[in-house]
């Protein structure tokens, strides 16, 4: 499989976490956001999201959409499981995903901050009470309901990983890497520690990514 990523992207970051979770062997291609490449016309062929990731399987076909590329992953090889065969256990992990991928990511991904500061005006300082406003917003919620009720164990359901920490790292990453305050979070940064004592997410981390920069 070829996986089209960005070493700094979220995105990206959790596919990779479940491809070694599931260990996947994939050949890492780099597209650089910073850059502009996902816009080039050679990537669109690939992905006309001009989006990442984009997962292509060994027959062509192109997977996009990082939680519905896991979701795939987990049909077609089903060991070690992301996502829990029993329905309540299954909504509660998809709906701990969804809260950081639909909720916090999209208000502070870097197509949302370029906005901000080129067609909005903003400036730095603008932009990053912006981003400290709208992480705070969203990690509160994921801590109340990681909180709430017997689903978290040493993960965020259970006692293994699950697709919900292939989200929670990539967050926490993103969240160190403008100085939010995390300490109003220990539930999230209890599960983060476990999940990073992991080769599966360690190896996975932008610093030891082929582009990082």
Not at 112 to 121: I, S
Request: proline share 8%; charged share 25%; glycine share 6%.
């Amino acid at each position: 499989m070829k996986l089209y990523t960005f070493f700094r992207g979220s995105s990206p970051f959790r596919l990779r976490i479940a491809l070694n979770l599931k260990g996947l062997p994939y050949e890492a291609i780099a597209v650089h956001l910073g850059k502009g490449e996902h816009r080039k016309s050679d990537f669109g062929a690939i992905n006309p999201q001009q989006l990442l990731p984009a997962l292509v399987l060994d027959d062509g076909h192109v997977l996009n959409q990082s939680l519905a590329i896991i979701e795939y992953l987990d049909e077609t090889h089903p060991n070690p499981p992301l996502i829990p065969k029993e329905p309540k256990a299954r909504a509660r992990v998809r709906s701990l995903s969804l809260l950081v991928a639909c909720e916090i990511h999209p208000l502070n991904n870097a197509r949302t901050l370029a906005y901000l500061r080129k067609q909005m005006g903003q400036s730095e300082e603008q932009v990053s009470a912006w981003y400290r406003h709208w992480i705070a917003d969203g990690l509160a919620k994921l801590e109340a309901e990681m909180t709430r009720g017997p689903g978290t164990g040493k993960f965020s359901h259970g006692d293994a990983p699950t697709m919900a920490d292939c989200c929670l790292v990539p967050q926490i990453f993103n969240a160190q890497r403008f100085n939010c305050e995390l300490a109003p979070y220990p539930t999230l940064m209890r599960v983060y520690a476990e999940c990073m004592k992991l080769e599966a997410f360690d190896r996975a981390q932008p610093s030891k990514q082929p582009d990082a920069e």
